[in-house]
């Protein structure tokens, strides 16, 4: 675990660089081999506004990665945070502790706002209105989104109390792992279903991108599941009645148009239904 968390304290850019094609490249030739859903429109042109708006995630995130640092050496040198001010522990279990609450803070949390709160479901929406969800879905945020996310990271370095280390392995994991459950993979049904208790899997999380109330607002977690069925937000749903995108925004050809995703936040305010009044 030791040379673990000292590799990700001093990786690379072009290694981070690597994880995040990496896992799109594998997830993608995984999805040609065992479809969730047979593909019916073309992966390449689906994938244009994803991969901009990966592209605008790293610019927005560039740049304000030095505070993530600033704010991990300042924590770790006052021994400030969750994580240090538990009794001492196994650095294998200081690790997990701090990935979980990482990922309770900077994803569970942050995704939960993003559904209650008017002006960041909107912003949300960009993600939400993929008609065709696949591993390419798992970076599609506006880029106003990217900020919101990369405060509440910031917040999570803060309270958590997370060295360098713990950091960057917790962001490689969260995008290798949102890659995963956004895949458009078929896992046996069993397998999925037993993995879902630990971490999201893609049934899991796909639940989540059903296109009416009460599952749009369900399933919440990136990493780890437990927050899901600790706060009371997991829901399932049978993987061949999920129906992608969101009621209140039908309009494909918009959803799929990188002017149209950058103007959606702008629109008025529409939550999705609930599944009764779409007799779903």
Do not use: C
């Not at 061949?240 to 702008?266: A, M």
């Amino acid at each position: 675990m030791e040379q673990i968390i000292d590799y990700f304290e001093n990786i690379p850019t072009l290694h981070r660089s690597l994880i995040l094609v990496g896992g799109i490249t594998f997830f993608w030739i995984l999805e040609g081999m065992a479809p969730l859903f047979n593909v019916k429109y073309k992966k390449w042109k689906h994938a244009v506004p994803n991969l901009f708006f990966t592209l605008t995630t790293i610019i927005v995130n560039f740049p304000l990665a030095f505070l993530l640092l600033k704010t991990s050496d300042w924590v770790v040198a006052n021994d400030f945070g969750i994580i240090n001010w538990l009794p001492p522990m196994p650095l294998w279990l200081y690790a997990l502790l701090g990935l979980m609450l990482l990922d309770l803070i900077g994803a569970y949390l942050a995704h939960w706002a993003e559904h209650r709160i008017k002006p960041l479901w909107m912003v949300h929406l960009v993600h939400h209105s993929d008609h065709h969800v696949d591993t390419t879905t798992a970076n599609r945020h506006h880029p106003l989104e990217s900020l919101v996310r990369y405060v509440f990271t910031l917040i999570g370095v803060f309270v958590v109390g997370a060295p360098v280390g713990i950091i960057m392995l917790y962001q490689s994991l969260s995008v290798v792992l949102s890659q995963f459950n956004h895949a458009n993979i078929k896992l046996p049904v069993k397998v999925d279903r037993y993995l879902s208790w630990f971490l999201v899997s893609p049934d899991m999380h796909k639940v989540h991108h059903h296109y009416v109330l009460p599952y749009t607002d369900s399933n919440y977690g990136n990493i780890f599941s437990i927050w899901d069925r600790l706060f009371g937000t997991y829901r399932y749903k049978e993987r061949d009645t999920i129906i992608y995108g969101v009621d209140t925004f039908p309009d494909e050809n918009e959803n799929s148009s990188i002017k149209g995703l950058l103007r959606q936040p702008f629109h008025k305010y529409r939550r999705p239904t609930t599944a009764a009044s779409n007799q779903d």
